[in-house]
C-alpha cells in the first residue's frame, strides 16, 4: 500500500465494482465502450477542474499523506458510463483505452501525495484528450476529455487516519468556460480537510449482526454517501465512506459530513444489496444481514 495511502474503492474484489456511486445504481446500464461516446469538437485539449486541493483549517498544508481518485463518467440517465470499471480482471480486457487507467477497475486517474509534500493541485486538475498507455508506451489518442459528462472527485487520507477524517467528494459537470485551450469548469477552489473535532462533522453506526451473531470480517460492506460542506470558493461537496466488517458486532461511519445519508449495505456472500436514505440520523442504525431489508423495512433490496 503505497505511502500508507488507503486502498482504492475497486482495488479489493467486489469492493468498488459494486459500491461505487454511480455503478450501484441498479438503473444504470453500461454500454461496451468508450468508443459509444460521442466527441464534443469544442472542448479543446480537454476538460480541467480550477480546483487547488485540500487544507486544513487556517488555509495551510494539511501533514499528512493521502491520495486523490477520479472518476470518468460518460452519458446521462441510465446510460452512464465508467471507462475504467469495464474491466475483466481475469484477462486484463475491457475498455478499448483500459491502459490509460491508472487503477483498472477503478478510478482513471489517482493521484498520491506523500507526507509532507501537501495535498495541492497548483495548476488544477486536468482531464485531457491524450493519455499515457501505462502498458506499451508512448500515448494514447482517448478524447476522454471530449467525451466527458461529468467528473467525480474523491479524497482519502493515510489509512491509519482513514476514519479520522472526512473524505470529500464533489462531482463537476458543467464545463463551459475555454481558455488557453482547455474547457473548464466552475472554481472549486481548495477544500479544508475536517475531523470530528471541527463543525458540522458527524458519525453514527449501531449493531452489526447476522441473526444476531457477528458478522466474519469482509462480509458486510457498508458504503455511504451524503452530508454537505462547501469548498473556497461555495462550491458544494459531500462525504463519503466505505466500511467492511472486521468480526465485530458493531460498525462506525467515521468521520462525514452532517446532512443526509445514503447507506448501501453489501452482504458479500449472498450478494443481496440494501440501500436506505436518511434526512436525519439521530441515533444508532442497526444491521442484521438476516433480517428483510437488513433490519431497515424501508430499505431498497436487490441482488447484484
Known sequence: MALGVSVPRKAVPLLVAVVAFLVLLSNTALAADTTQYAINPTRGNGVAIPFEGYTDQH???????????????????????????????????????????????????????????????????????????????????????????????????????????????????????????????????????????????????????????????????????????HSSTGYRIASFAVVTSTGTDRWDSGAMYAGGQQIYILDTVTHQQCVSGHSLITGAIDIDLARPGFGDANARCSAV
Open 59 to 229: 488555509g495551510n498544508p494539511v501533514p499528512i499523506s493521502g491520495a486523490v481518485g477520479v472518476d470518468l463518467v460518460f452519458g446521462s440517465g441510465s446510460n452512464q458510463y465508467l471507462p475504467c470499471q469495464n474491466f475483466n480482471p481475469s484477462t486484463g480486457t475491457g475498455d478499448t483505452f483500459v491502459n490509460a487507467c491508472q487503477t483498472p477497475s477503478s478510478y482513471a486517474t489517482y493521484t498520491r501525495f506523500p507526507v509532507g509534500g501537501g495535498l495541492l493541485f497548483p495548476h488544477g486538475y486536468f482531464m485531457g484528450n491524450t493519455q499515457p498507455d501505462l502498458v506499451h508506451g508512448g500515448m494514447l489518442t482517448t478524447n476522454w476529455g471530449a467525451r466527458a459528462t461529468s467528473l467525480s472527485v474523491e479524497f482519502y487520507p493515510q489509512q491509519d487516519l482513514d476514519s479520522v477524517y472526512v473524505h470529500p467528494r464533489f462531482d463537476v459537470n458543467r464545463f463551459d468556460h475555454h481558455a488557453n485551450g482547455w474547457t473548464y469548469s466552475p472554481a472549486v477552489g481548495r477544500i479544508t480537510l475536517a475531523t470530528l473535532a471541527d463543525p458540522g462533522t458527524t458519525h453514527f453506526g449501531g449493531r452489526l449482526t447476522d441473526a444476531g451473531r457477528a458478522v466474519a470480517p469482509g462480509r458486510a460492506r457498508i458504503t455511504i454517501f451524503g452530508g454537505e460542506a
